[in-house]
């Protein structure tokens, strides 16, 4: 059984139980970091004060995961995790009054409960997010011109025709290589939203 099949793995969530799996604390934060600096952004963050949202909500995961249990009554770990950079965000916006316009204050009480759009929007990022850190897992393994055929098509929107001529290939080989790419890519994500159990 190869060693990146899901039997073989333990959930993402489940591993960061223990706090000495650096590579599932790297991989939590390379998936979820970008996420928390969009919410803290789009709340009128400068970058900087969103950088210190980001580490407090990382650090309030690690010192909370231990109670953090799968329950659907509950809702989802993603759930959980936006409420957890909605209240610091806000709690940060608070703390640095002096520093914000009259105008981002007031907006702290227009800042969405999980239930509302934010956190379907949250879930998006974190779906692109998800996109984004498996396509740069899975290039290495296919040839750079079926890449390109796939990227150029699928991501930039390029016409099939277009990228075949720009790639020197027949329209068939663009197909087949973007198929491969995307299912490749489609295999990856769903074994990963498999083993977080976050579908």
Same mark, same amino acid.
């Given at each position: 059984?190869?060693?990146?099949?899901?039997?073989?793995?333990?959930?993402?969530?489940?591993?960061?139980?223990?706090?000495?799996?650096?590579?599932?604390?790297?991989?939590?934060?390379?998936?979820?970091?970008?996420?928390?600096?969009?919410?803290?952004?789009?709340?009128?963050?400068?970058?900087?004060?969103?950088?210190?949202?980001?580490?407090?909500?990382?650090?309030?995961?690690?010192?909370?995961?231990?109670?953090?249990?799968?329950?659907?009554?509950?809702?989802?770990?993603?759930?959980?995790?936006?409420?957890?950079?909605?209240?610091?965000?806000?709690?940060?916006?608070?703390?640095?009054?002096?520093?914000?316009?009259?105008?981002?204050?007031?907006?702290?009480?227009?800042?969405?409960?999980?239930?509302?759009?934010?956190?379907?929007?949250?879930?998006? @990022?974190?779906?692109? +997010?998800? =996109?984004?850190? #498996?396509?740069? /897992?899975?290039? *290495?393994?296919? !040839? @750079?011109?079926?890449? +390109?055929? =796939?990227?150029? #098509?699928?991501? /930039?929107?390029? *016409?099939?025709? !277009?990228?075949?001529?720009?790639?020197?290939?027949?329209?068939?080989?663009?197909?087949?290589?973007?198929?491969?790419?995307?299912?490749?890519?489609?295999?990856?994500?769903?074994?990963?939203?498999?083993?977080?159990?976050?579908?």
């Amino acid at each position: 059984m190869p060693p990146d099949s899901p039997e073989t793995r333990l959930s993402l969530i489940g591993r960061l139980h223990d706090k000495s799996d650096e590579d599932a604390w790297t991989e939590f934060a390379q998936t979820y970091e970008p996420l928390i600096l969009a919410v803290a952004r789009k709340r009128g963050l400068q970058h900087a004060d969103a950088v210190e949202v980001a580490q407090d909500v990382l650090n309030r995961v690690a010192r909370s995961i231990d109670k953090w249990e799968p329950d659907t009554s509950k809702g989802t770990f993603r759930a959980w995790l936006y409420r957890v950079t909605r209240n610091l965000t806000i709690d940060h916006l608070r703390r640095n009054r002096r520093w914000h316009t009259a105008k981002e204050l007031d907006a702290i009480d227009e800042i969405p409960n999980p239930t509302d759009e934010e956190s379907r929007e949250f879930r998006l @990022e974190y779906e692109r +997010q998800l =996109f984004k850190s #498996t396509a740069a /897992e899975v290039r *290495s393994s296919f !040839q @750079e011109g079926n890449w +390109q055929a =796939f990227w150029l #098509t699928s991501v /930039e929107g390029h *016409s099939i025709d !277009q990228v075949a001529e720009q790639l020197g290939i027949t329209k068939g080989k663009v197909y087949v290589a973007r198929s491969r790419v995307m299912n490749r890519i489609a295999k990856v994500i769903q074994q990963k939203l498999q083993e977080t159990s976050e579908t």
